[in-house]
């Protein structure tokens, strides 16, 4: 029983340590085989019946992404080992997953598929002709290859449906959908008047819609994918897991309303536009609210 018993720790020992080498190789700098996070599921949504929807509204929610509550999402601008962006990680499940997206330009009801053409051309992708000085004085053309511009990509428009569930008594709120926005200057060409009162060419910014991610199409992609937790790194969430625990900052754009569901701005300005997304804010607070007797 003793040989056997000796014989038995040492395969044990010899195994622990052939596993351990093969750890130690797959991971190069990790100490530990990282799980967790590569092989997590997003929990699935509670059932909810149409019976049970006592109240509902769709909101469109603008998350700058330059907020120091929303640094997470938008660094880093080039993938650090398993690390990437929230917009990196939406680029690298549409190159290597097969993650569909959706044209933007005044629909966002995610029925327009978008071609990856389409989509380079949103991010500032292609060819550039600019002149080159030479030695002898002259200017040659030369055409640049410009890469997908992801550092201007520095707001996300989220379109989210608020409603109260009475099977549950509470209020539930699901993301609909994601809008990436690249915010870029607007390049002035041959204009001599400007240039000689001295203003700059790219004074005018620009915001254009690059696609829409439809939200729980998406869901696999970004619970498997760790987003930086700056106080423990040992301690990940994932991307699915912050727009489910609402671990970002953003502010109301839109609301569905009888005005053909226009935004915001188009009825007010300035400080106003921020007190109306205010009242609107507090008007999904008091629908619940109001629905409990003390």
């Not at 599921?41 to 929610?61: G, L």
Request: glycine share 6%.
């Amino acid at each position: 029983m003793r040989t056997i018993s000796v014989l038995t720790i040492a395969i044990c020992v010899i195994t622990l340590s052939f596993t351990g080498q093969i750890l130690a190789q797959d991971t190069k700098v990790e100490v530990y085989e990282k799980i967790h996070i590569p092989k997590k599921k997003p929990i699935p949504y509670i059932f909810t019946r149409e019976a049970d929807v006592m109240w509902s509204k769709v909101i469109w929610r603008m998350i700058d992404l330059r907020e120091k509550m929303n640094l997470p999402l938008f660094y880093p601008i080039q993938p650090i080992g398993e690390r990437m962006s929230f917009v990196s990680l939406i680029f690298f499940g549409i190159d290597n997953e097969g993650l569909q997206v959706y044209a933007p330009g005044g629909t966002d009801e995610f029925k327009i598929p978008m071609s990856k053409d389409d989509l380079d051309s949103n991010m500032g992708k292609g060819t550039k002709t600019t002149k080159v000085p030479q030695a002898d004085g002259t200017d040659k053309d030369t055409t640049i290859t410009l890469d997908r511009k992801f550092d201007e990509v520095k707001k996300i428009l989220i379109k989210e449906k608020w409603f109260f569930d009475k099977n549950y008594s509470t209020m539930q709120v699901r993301i609909l959908g994601l809008c990436p926005i690249r915010v870029y200057p607007r390049e002035i060409k041959g204009n001599t008047d400007i240039a000689a009162a001295g203003i700059d060419d790219n004074a005018e910014m620009l915001q254009k819609q690059v696609c829409w991610v439809y939200y729980p199409e998406a869901r696999n992609l970004f619970s498997s994918h760790p987003v930086f937790n700056k106080f423990n790194d040992a301690q990940q969430a994932s991307f699915d897991d912050l727009f489910m625990q609402r671990r970002f900052s953003g502010f109301i754009y839109q609301e569905t309303n009888v005005y053909g569901d226009r935004q915001i701005k188009e009825y007010t300005t300035g400080i106003e536009n921020l007190l109306e997304a205010e009242r609107i804010k507090e008007t999904l607070f008091n629908i619940e609210h109001d629905l409990w007797e003390f």
